[in-house]
């Protein structure tokens, strides 16, 4: 996962950034339903922050496409209007591995000729490798999947370890729950991560997993043991998030979780993927981020801000999570949120 998708540069008179999303016949709402409800729903909670215009796609507009489930929908726009937006979501197609029409090529081509920035979710890096624009890159999609994609296009880095993978102007993410992550990170990008929180907590959801696909890979869903272990987790999570500014160890969040350190340790990397340590690490680094955005305090007020014991350790976890620098970071998103000539 990198960051560097390009920011937008929007003020109230700037035109509105045009979101993509393509429909077939035969597809699996998911996907579609996660962008619509992130880039399509009204945003009254953000006050008078401009947002994204949705378009929904089709090969063929007007026609009654079956989704799985047994519905219909029927998109209002065609190819043409994929090629001329600004992001364009890809969501998973069907079957996997199979042929991409090459009028879809073609619109994807356009596009990011054009500069669009380029998104798949799931299988859909079917279609972006299509183009060839993943040749030479980095990329991901469900695990399931990613053999096959690396058969069909040797020149792609398939890397199924990874929720999504940013190269920015194209962007990919594995398994459909991981199109919620990469959305995310795409208003996070665009946005600053305030604006990003604000929808992960109407999402219900959180704003950054750390932790890869590989946790899911053919792994049994743990259930709440009479113990009440998972309700123990969730306590101590909550406790921990309410404490990132100081010290905190695993014993500490044993203790908060009311068990003893060893089943802690089992339940929680059980439960989250990560282990605890690591898990409190990634939270400071999303702490961090809207103190980076704001321009105010050095970087080592922030590191200290958000409990990291050196500036040094701050700016190792924050390059291995962010892959980029706190100043890289912070120097992209001042020049965003500075105002426009002329505004």
Not at 216 to 243: C, H, K, N, T
Request: with cysteine.
């Amino acid at each position: 996962m990198t960051s560097q998708a390009v920011p937008l540069h929007l003020t109230k008179s700037a035109p509105a950034h045009v979101v993509a999303v393509l429909a077939f016949d035969g597809m699996a709402p998911f996907e579609l339903g996660v962008v619509v409800e992130v880039f399509g729903l009204a945003r009254p909670e953000l006050g008078d922050l401009p947002w994204y215009e949705l378009r929904v796609c089709s090969a063929e507009p007007g026609r009654d496409l079956r989704v799985v489930g047994g519905f219909t929908l029927r998109a209002e726009h065609g190819l043409e209007a994929l090629s001329a937006a600004d992001t364009v979501i890809i969501p998973g197609v069907s079957p996997a591995g199979g042929t991409i029409a090459p009028s879809l090529v073609d619109a994807l081509l356009k596009a990011h000729a054009r500069g669009a920035r380029l998104v798949s979710i799931c299988s859909g890096a079917f279609a972006l490798a299509a183009t060839g624009l993943l040749d030479g890159r980095r990329a991901t999609t469900h695990w399931r999947y990613a053999r096959t994609l690396a058969e069909r296009h040797p020149a792609v880095e398939v890397d199924a370890d990874v929720l999504y993978v940013d190269n920015g102007d194209v962007l990919t993410s594995a398994g459909s729950a991981a199109g919620i992550d990469l959305c995310l990170y795409l208003v996070r990008a665009d946005h600053g991560a305030a604006v990003a929180n604000t929808v992960a907590r109407r999402f219900v959801v959180p704003p950054h997993r750390e932790g890869g696909q590989a946790q899911f890979i053919e792994a049994a869903v743990g259930e709440i043991g009479p113990d009440g272990a998972d309700d123990g987790i969730s306590r101590s999570m909550a406790w921990a998030l309410q404490r990132l500014y100081g010290p905190l160890s695993v014993p500490a969040l044993a203790r908060a979780a009311n068990m003893s350190e060893r089943s802690f340790l089992r339940h929680f990397t059980r439960r989250n993927g990560v282990s605890p340590i690591r898990w409190v690490v990634s939270q400071r680094i999303a702490a961090s981020l809207p103190l980076l955005e704001s321009g105010e305090g050095t970087v080592d007020e922030v590191a200290a801000a958000v409990g990291f014991d050196s500036t040094a350790t701050y700016r190792h976890h924050f390059t291995r999570q962010m892959r980029t620098t706190p100043t890289a970071y912070r120097k992209a998103f001042v020049r965003v949120t500075a105002p426009l000539a002329g505004s």
